[in-house]
């Protein structure tokens, strides 16, 4: 990393530091921080290759209101540098926290979903496409011997029940497509901000919408009723209504699922990717929960 010739790239003033190492690390890349002249950066290295598209969405949200990191563009106009490198204002996050305030949360989704940039291409697999029966019999008979081989094994009849209920976006519209806990992040002021658009593409409203009723609801119909009627007021044009909008939900986790079952098996960091499958199968979304978490927000049943 050369500090002072990424500071000359995006235009950053003086070069006066660049962190000894990442400061954070995720799933997608790695970001250091950088200070110049101008001030402090968030300089991410993406592990894979990022849409320019992603990028313009979050120029857009930021312009719209919703509060995310500013994308620092090069000297020429480019969204990235050398090996992908993107360069963001720099915002002082709190840790990732499911039980944020489900108002601010729904409110803050709204506020993204009102910024509408037409879809462009289809949603992608990891978004709609089922892993399928065949496969998880596959990487379940390879991984019996993994630590979680058990769990994965009792989890496959819910696993291929679950992926009956996919059903393609009905209104796609350019998303975030990754609003976890690790991408809604707390500020010290008492607000929310929204990183990590690397990812951004075409995606149901509705079916993010559920993801994230998922992630900060939890097993609360309090706080998924908070969470959706705050979504409702601030504008956000998506609605629940039917076990098939949870099918970026469903997708993503069991993609998850699979690619840390088949990291595990050629031995990419082990641990890691042991917790990763952990992360599905120890906190499991399933048809009875997903049920639960609808019919808190229709009453009057599914």
Same mark, same amino acid.
């Given at each position: 990393?050369?500090?002072?010739?990424?500071?000359?790239?995006?235009?950053?003033?003086?070069?006066?530091?660049?962190?000894?190492?990442?400061?954070?690390?995720?799933?997608?890349?790695?970001?250091?921080?950088?200070?110049?002249?101008?001030?402090?950066?968030?300089?991410? @290295?993406?592990?894979?290759?990022? /849409?320019?598209?992603?990028?313009?969405? *979050? !120029?857009? $949200? #930021?312009?719209?209101?919703?509060? %995310?990191?500013?994308?620092?563009?090069?000297?020429?106009?480019?969204?990235?540098?050398?090996?992908?490198?993107?360069?963001?204002?720099?915002?002082?996050?709190?840790?990732?926290?499911?039980?944020?305030?489900?108002?601010?949360?729904?409110?803050?989704?709204?506020?993204?979903?009102?910024?509408?940039?037409?879809?462009?291409?289809?949603?992608?697999?990891?978004?709609?496409?089922?892993?399928?029966?065949?496969?998880?019999?596959?990487?379940?008979?390879?991984?019996?011997?993994?630590?979680?081989?058990?769990?994965?094994?009792?989890?496959?009849?819910?696993?291929?029940?679950?992926?009956?209920?996919?059903?393609?976006?009905?209104?796609?519209?350019?998303?975030?497509?990754?609003?976890?806990?690790?991408?809604?992040?707390?500020?010290?002021?008492?607000?929310?901000? @929204?990183?990590?658009?690397?990812? /951004?593409?075409?995606?149901?409203?509705? *079916? !993010?919408? $559920? #993801?994230?009723?998922?992630?900060? %609801?939890?097993?609360?119909?309090?706080?998924?009723?908070?969470?959706?009627?705050?979504?409702?007021?601030?504008?956000?044009?998506?609605?629940?209504?039917?076990?098939?909008?949870?099918?970026?939900?469903?997708?993503?986790?069991?993609?998850?699922?699979?690619?840390?079952?088949?990291?595990?098996?050629?031995?990419?960091?082990?641990?890691?990717?042991?917790?990763?499958?952990?992360?599905?199968?120890?906190?499991?979304?399933?048809?009875?929960?997903?049920?639960?978490?609808?019919?808190?927000?229709?009453?009057?049943?599914?």
């Amino acid at each position: 990393m050369d500090g002072a010739a990424i500071a000359d790239l995006f235009g950053l003033g003086r070069f006066r530091g660049l962190s000894g190492g990442p400061v954070a690390r995720g799933r997608q890349g790695e970001v250091w921080r950088l200070d110049t002249s101008d001030g402090r950066w968030a300089v991410k @290295v993406p592990f894979e290759a990022a /849409s320019v598209a992603g990028a313009a969405f *979050q !120029e857009k $949200a #930021c312009a719209a209101g919703v509060r %995310a990191p500013a994308v620092r563009r090069t000297v020429d106009g480019a969204v990235s540098g050398e090996d992908q490198i993107r360069v963001y204002e720099w915002v002082e996050l709190g840790a990732p926290d499911p039980l944020a305030d489900p108002e601010l949360v729904g409110a803050t989704v709204a506020a993204i979903h009102r910024v509408f940039v037409p879809a462009e291409g289809p949603a992608g697999e990891w978004h709609t496409a089922p892993v399928g029966a065949a496969r998880w019999d596959e990487l379940i008979e390879e991984l019996r011997d993994a630590p979680f081989g058990g769990r994965l094994a009792a989890l496959r009849d819910e696993l291929v029940a679950l992926e009956g209920w996919l059903t393609p976006p009905a209104a796609a519209q350019t998303c975030h497509r990754d609003l976890w806990a690790d991408n809604v992040l707390p500020t010290p002021d008492g607000g929310l901000c @929204v990183i990590d658009w690397e990812n /951004s593409g075409p995606a149901d409203p509705a *079916q !993010e919408l $559920a #993801c994230v009723l998922y992630e900060f %609801a939890r097993t609360d119909p309090g706080r998924a009723r908070a969470l959706t009627s705050a979504y409702a007021a601030a504008g956000g044009p998506a609605r629940l209504t039917r076990t098939g909008d949870f099918s970026m939900l469903i997708a993503q986790l069991g993609h998850i699922a699979a690619l840390a079952g088949e990291r595990w098996l050629r031995g990419d960091a082990r641990p890691d990717a042991a917790a990763w499958i952990g992360e599905v199968l120890d906190d499991f979304h399933s048809r009875e929960r997903l049920q639960r978490l609808l019919g808190a927000i229709r009453p009057h049943g599914l």
